[in-house]
């Protein structure tokens, strides 16, 4: 990867380096723990402990699944540097309780917000809610099998958010 191509998706709220594909988690905070070390890599996330007990305690307060197999774990932390949001595609008959009434999920969003960015919190929240209510959307992140597609589907969604 170039400097060049590095900057760029620096200021993304997703990258490449923020997907996992084929994930095998054994359990939602398994799967939470994953992702942020993805975060926490890129330093987008200072401490990991202290942003992963911040997303078990909102985890735990509601559960966060959505319709279609989708996990959406989410936290604001004083230990998030910057908006992000890493992605787990779960592999092939595996999924995870997210709590969802239909049933586990295998889309796996953890959304990363500082703890000062209310109302940015839930404008990414709300619009990522928006897509992956679509059948559409969901299925072109299960079938992407592409980290870099991935990424691009995240972000063109949140196209107009600009942090």
Do not use: W
Request: proline fraction near 3%; charged fraction near 20%; charge should be negative.
């Amino acid at each position: 990867m170039t400097q060049g191509s590095l900057e760029r998706y620096e200021t993304q709220l997703t990258n490449p380096g923020l997907v996992i594909l084929e994930m095998v988690a054994d359990s939602k905070e398994d799967a939470a723990a994953q992702l942020a070390a993805k975060l926490y890599e890129q330093g987008r996330v200072s401490d990991l402990e202290g942003f992963l007990a911040d997303v078990n305690a909102r985890e735990h307060q509601m559960a966060t699944g959505l319709p279609g197999g989708i996990g959406l774990p989410h936290a604001r932390s004083a230990f998030v540097n910057e908006i992000s949001i890493a992605v787990g595609i779960t592999k092939f008959d595996h999924s995870l309780d997210f709590g969802a009434v239909d049933g586990p999920a295998n889309v796996i969003l953890l959304i990363a917000t500082p703890a000062s960015s209310f109302s940015e919190h839930l404008e990414v929240l709300a619009t990522l809610a928006r897509s992956l209510f679509k059948e559409n959307f969901r299925e072109s992140l299960r079938r992407a099998h592409d980290v870099e597609v991935i990424a691009e589907l995240i972000n063109s969604t949140l196209v107009f958010f600009d942090h």
